[in-house]
């Protein structure tokens, strides 16, 4: 399995709606990443987990809250969102952990939308 | 300015000739990134170089250290590879394995 699958792949949500983004991979990998791509631009970096600890949060808005309950898995949860958090979110994961210069491996993303 | 550069940001070629995308850089690298991102999203990671050049199937990488400077290549392009291509580099002075991406460059290849 040389893949990260993300769940859902369309998401239409409320402002005080609460949601959840799934990432998963089966890859052995220890690094995994979300990420925000607006339209027409390149990816932002939102958070990193290493061995399932966070090692690098973006300053993101609290809004964004991420978990990693497992080497595999990877959730981002939503609560409270504004229409400017429209956009898609990618997950990614790279093989070790804390080592550089490693290739990413992307999910197709989730196509988010807040209304 | 950005610290990575792409150009040209839009290409439109007709199908069979050669492509070439550039990416210049401003900070110190210790790896470069190709990606690929088809519409719809998902991004395929094409090449990552640190040195000299690459080649898989139809796609050259190519990188210059000294020049702060990589190509990508396609011979006999196909409509298919239209997608946008996106060059992305590892600071060393920066945290584990982030990128810092490349605007991207929009190539659609026409039959």
């Known amino acids: 399995d040389t893949e990260v699958t993300q769940t859902p792949k369309h998401l239409v949500m409320g402002m005080t709606n609460k949601k959840s983004l799934k990432c998963e991979q089966h890859?052995?990998?220890?690094?995994m990443y979300w990420y925000k791509q607006k339209a027409k631009k390149p990816p932002e970096l939102m958070f990193v987990?290493?061995?399932?600890?966070?090692?690098i949060n973006e300053s993101v808005p609290s809004r964004f809250s991420p978990e990693c309950p497992n080497s595999s898995l990877l959730n981002l949860h939503l609560h409270a969102l504004q229409p400017e958090d429209s956009a898609l979110y990618l997950c990614?994961?790279?093989?070790?952990?804390?080592?550089?210069?490693?290739?990413?491996?992307f999910g197709p993303g989730t196509r988010l939308l807040v209304l | 300015k950005n610290e990575v550069e792409q150009s040209p940001q839009n290409l439109t070629a007709q199908e069979g000739e050669f492509i070439t995308i550039n990416c210049s850089y401003s900070?110190?690298?210790?790896?470069l990134h190709w990606l690929q991102q088809h519409p719809g999203g998902g991004i395929v990671s094409l090449f990552m170089?640190?040195?000299g050049k690459k080649k898989h199937g139809r796609l050259i990488a190519t990188i210059n250290i000294q020049e702060k400077h990589s190509s990508l290549h396609i011979t006999a392009s196909h409509p298919r590879d239209s997608a946008v291509y996106i060059c992305?580099?590892?600071?060393?002075?920066?945290?584990?394995?982030?990128?810092?991406f490349g605007t991207g460059t929009l190539l659609a290849v026409q039959p």
């Open positions: 890859m052995g990998h220890r690094a």
């Open positions: 990614a994961s790279s093989r070790q952990g804390a080592s550089r210069e490693e290739t990413q491996y």
């Open positions: 170089l640190s040195s």
């Open positions: 987990y290493s061995y399932e600890k966070l090692s």
């Open positions: 900070v110190g690298i210790s790896a």
């Open positions: 992305a580099v590892h600071n060393p002075a920066g945290a584990t394995n982030k990128l810092i």
